[in-house]
């Protein structure tokens, strides 16, 4: 009987650490990913977007960045939202447009925020840059996953 107790806790042990382990891991992306496919479903299925962009990465630092290059239509009006995942207090975005004849870059918008957001109007299609960074982290973390959504209005509903 006593093999039987001691195995048996040692099984309810067993299994307790490993779940507790799991739900501590300080690199997952699985909440990043939740909130990205909930924001996802959200925006299609409620607000009639169109998702035409999303990308997920590691931010380490506050000095780090990391960049997605987008042609945007000027058919549309594009909204963009940055956020964090839960190491992430505040988020930051730098929108440049590539000046053609230039070859330089030029400052359309910028935001900081838990969420950053912005709201685009291409007056004609061109070269995108979209610069995110970290501008504060929550408690002690120095690195954490981040997301950003392009998205405007699904031209095929209403």
Known sequence: MKKIILLLSFVIL?????????????TSMKDIT?????????????EDMEVVNVTIDLLVGTQGEKYVYRYLDNSFDYKILVLGDRRIGKMS????KKNEETNKW???DKAKGET??????PDSRAFYEFTMSIAEFKEDYTAGHFAILIYHHDPLKK
């Open 14 to 26: 067993f299994f307790a650490f490993n779940f507790s382990f799991a739900q501590i891991s300080e």
């Open 116 to 121: 950053a957001t912005l709201d685009l109007y």
């Open 34 to 46: 939740e909130t990205v496919n909930d924001k996802i479903k959200s925006l299609e299925d409620v």
């Open 106 to 108: 030029i400052l359309v």
């Open 93 to 96: 975005v730098v929108v440049r």
